[in-house]
């Protein structure tokens, strides 16, 4: 139906189909089942967007009295086929062309009787599919059977394939073979046989047979048991373990564990944030209702600036000597500024060179 063109271009299609025909049972099985589920899918589109057209143009009436009717035509089939496989899909095409007397087949004779594209062709005709839930060369059910692969609780490999070896990859919160076992911290809601549901166990346990944390096996490092067999948080805080923490660093505690922040910079050594968490004030601060504040040096009863022409500026923590205005320093010492007023004018022209 389709011309392929050239013998020329025919011999190497040629070599090719007979070498896939081999390959098929070694080259990746999953992903033959993955290329023929794209072409039945995309069929499946080109059915649905030749619905409403006709053989176009000229007299349609007359045509679909003279011709077959376009719905079942092989025009139509034709131009479904031609968008099945992007031109750059060597897989696609490859599958394609190998099969066309199929798609012809289906096309004119079994579309009634199966309407199921993908089973007919990929599971039944070709053979590289397998109904879901099972996989392999034999299309066998997978563990837990086709309706519930791996009980529900994961996936089956090749699930739906010709390839794969049916091994269940859990979802998280199961295990075993067949992903009926809960694994460590979480516990059997519901479990039997064929079924499972598994649920987290609360954050306190290890393990457990419950929700709760009275329901713990074992406590979870971080946690502890009280008198009522529930794991509580251990308050790594209140025991004033000095080297839990840095000494310019106070603890915080939190459920299953704790953490070192740093003090405030007023603070030598703290207890807790800001200013008012310390132990001790650092140098330059003093204690004013429990807040390390600044001390003003400036203000003290006895002056702590006392060179001559000397002035105090308090700053945080500490404070500075600078010289009185009208004075600037000189070998240690505050003099007089200077009088003479250096030519101005020069400085800007320096600093544009710059
Ligand atoms: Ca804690």
Redesign the pocket.
Known sequence: MRSIGPSLLLLPCLLLVGISRIGYAKRDLKSACTTCRQVTDNFKKGIERTAKQNFGGGNTAWEERTLSKYETSEIRLTEILEAVCDSSSFECNRMVEEHEDLFETWWFKRKSKHPDLHKWFCVESIKVCCPTGAFGPQCKDCVGGSDRPCHGNGACDGDGTRGGDGHCSCNHGYEGESCLECIDGFFGEVKNDTFALCSECHASCQSCSGGTNQDCDECKS??EEDEQDACV?????SREDPALCGEEEYCV??????SCKGCDKVCSGCTGAGPDGCRICAAGYHDVEGTCTDIDECSAEVAVCTAAHQECVNTPGAHLCVCAGGHEELDGECVPTALSEEPETESPQVHDDL
Request: glycine share 16%; charged share 25%; with cysteine.
């Open positions: 971080g946690w948080d251990v308050n790594e805080c505690n939190n459920e299953g564990s704790f």
